[in-house]
């Protein structure tokens, strides 16, 4: 029912760019928050950026503020993430999440993720 499932990863180059979808269904997609979460092998997961239900306000972690940028599409059911200057370390399984809460109330979900390599 409830699906979320990530697109757009690959190797690139250090300095590359590539864009990340994430196709939502199942849900109210206008009603959550959306999040991009990363995990290089040996980290912990990481918020890389998230994004109000209505697209108005967007938050990134410090190591890719100014590189990455996160947008929704809500009449399409789709998040983006569009990452500029890649580096090395920005390396990690991508993963889509949607957040919801209401008082005591909360719902999240989880894409699979998609692999981003960023190599010489």
């Known amino acids: 029912q409830v699906q979320l499932v990530e697109s757009g990863g690959g190797l690139v180059q250090p300095g590359g760019s590539l864009r990340l979808s994430c196709a939502a269904s199942g849900f109210t997609f206008s009603m959550y928050v959306m999040r991009w979460y990363r995990q290089a092998p040996g980290k912990e997961r990481e918020l890389v950026a998230f994004?109000?239900?209505?697209?108005?306000?967007?938050t990134y972690a410090d190591s890719v503020k100014g590189r990455f940028t996160i947008s929704r599409d809500n009449a399409k059911n789709t998040v983006f993430l569009q990452m500029n200057s890649l580096k090395p370390e920005d390396t990690a399984v991508y993963y889509c999440n949607a957040f919801w809460v209401l008082l005591k109330v909360k719902n999240e979900y989880w894409g699979q993720g998609t692999q981003v390599t960023v190599s010489s």
């Open positions: 994004i109000n239900s209505a697209g108005s306000s967007t």
